[in-house]
């Protein structure tokens, strides 16, 4: 097992503290900007070798690379992390290591944020969404397909009295060895030499498709107002608030919600039920899991958009939701229906 990135922590030395001029990266990324799978990888490898090293160094060891390589292999099927007292010197919190995880979290999403970059500048007609703006990826980026991060050196140990490598032996016996063991070093050295490391690719947009004969005759004025258009909603729907989509979502369920809800009403053959009665009976009948929290806000959001249909009262200590079984569904389907499309839209 290789440790392939590392991550820059420090400051600039005139400047404000780092942790000033950053805010605003430092806070909760959008759940929709989500990480290459390899990237996830790279992260959990990262939690772990902070781990094991936050640990060698609140026991003031000597972090070396075998120590952590062995102990990050060996954590994955226990927590290792556990409170040391300080002794008056440097400790490496849970607290602070959890910062850092984070911190890591932020530098991938980042990374991610330029290759996304250049493909909406490689897009037709080009994009351009602020990174404070943006909540999730454009539909057509492939976000498993971003380059790997090219690797860097690992830190030299301590120098040693010990010849480790060729080019060691070769630059300490010089001039003790016959040419002939002098060349066979050389050569030795120069095979085992790294290649210097490449520059990233960036992320390619997919190239323009050639007009095809059914655009024959369309005007390339109308052409150019319909990619505009898509650019716009495209626009739209990576900057919207996650709030605003944890609603929309909540939105697309009602109507399959309606349809329970009143069939809970007729089973029970009453005019109200209480809150906790109604999200239970409602849970039990939903084909996905939900929790009676979760139950709870979608009868509110039904009160809220149809007022006359579902009201929610609270009585004393209770809460009842009274449902008018009168109403036509299909209507009632319809009319949340229609909110779900005007919502989208916005």
């Known amino acids: 097992m290789s440790i392939g990135a590392s991550v820059s922590l420090g400051h600039e030395g005139e400047k404000s503290p780092a942790y000033q001029r950053f805010h605003t990266l430092a806070q909760d990324l959008p759940p929709g900007l989500t990480l290459p799978y390899k990237f996830k990888v790279l992260e959990e490898m990262f939690r772990s070798v902070d781990t094991i090293a936050g640990m060698l160094f609140n026991r003031?060891?000597?972090?070396?690379?075998?120590k952590v390589k062995q102990g990050v292999q060996d954590m994955m099927r226990k927590s290792l992390l556990a409170e040391e007292k300080v002794d008056g010197r440097p400790h490496l919190s849970a607290s602070r290591l959890l910062e850092r995880r984070k911190e890591f979290h932020r530098n991938l999403v980042n990374i991610v944020k330029q290759h996304h970059k250049a493909f909406l500048a490689a897009l037709r007609p080009p994009m351009v969404v602020p990174e404070e703006k943006l909540t999730r990826w454009h539909p057509r980026f492939n976000v498993d397909e971003v380059p790997d991060i090219s690797p860097a050196e690992l830190p030299q140990p301590p120098q040693e009295d010990r010849l480790t490598t060729a080019q060691e032996v070769l630059s300490t016996a010089r001039g003790m060895l016959t040419p002939k063991m002098e060349k066979a070093l050389a050569n030795l050295a120069l095979r085992t030499a790294e290649a210097s490391a490449g520059e990233p690719v960036v992320s390619k947009a997919p190239s323009p498709a050639s007009t095809s004969s059914?655009?024959?005759?369309?005007?390339?004025?109308?052409?150019?107002?319909?990619?505009?258009?898509?650019?716009?909603?495209?626009q739209a729907l990576m900057t919207r608030d996650p709030r605003q989509e944890e609603r929309l979502a909540m939105l697309g369920r009602l109507p399959a919600m309606a349809r329970i809800l009143r069939n809970v009403f007729?089973?029970?053959?009453?005019?109200?039920?209480?809150?906790?009665v109604a999200c239970a009976r409602m849970a039990e009948s939903y084909n996905t899991q939900m929790s009676p929290g979760e139950m709870e806000k979608h009868l509110r959001l039904f009160a809220e958009l149809l007022p006359d249909w579902v009201g929610i009262h609270a009585i004393r200590t209770d809460t009842y939701i009274k449902l008018d079984k009168g109403k036509d569904l299909s209507l009632v389907t319809e009319r949340l229906t229609k909110a779900a499309k005007e919502a989208e839209a916005l």
């Open 60 to 66: 003031a060891e000597t972090i070396t690379f075998a």
């Open 214 to 234: 059914a655009l024959k005759g369309v005007s390339q004025a109308l052409l150019e107002r319909i990619r505009a258009k898509e650019a716009q909603k495209l």
């Open 266 to 276: 007729v089973a029970e053959k009453k005019q109200a039920l209480t809150m906790e």
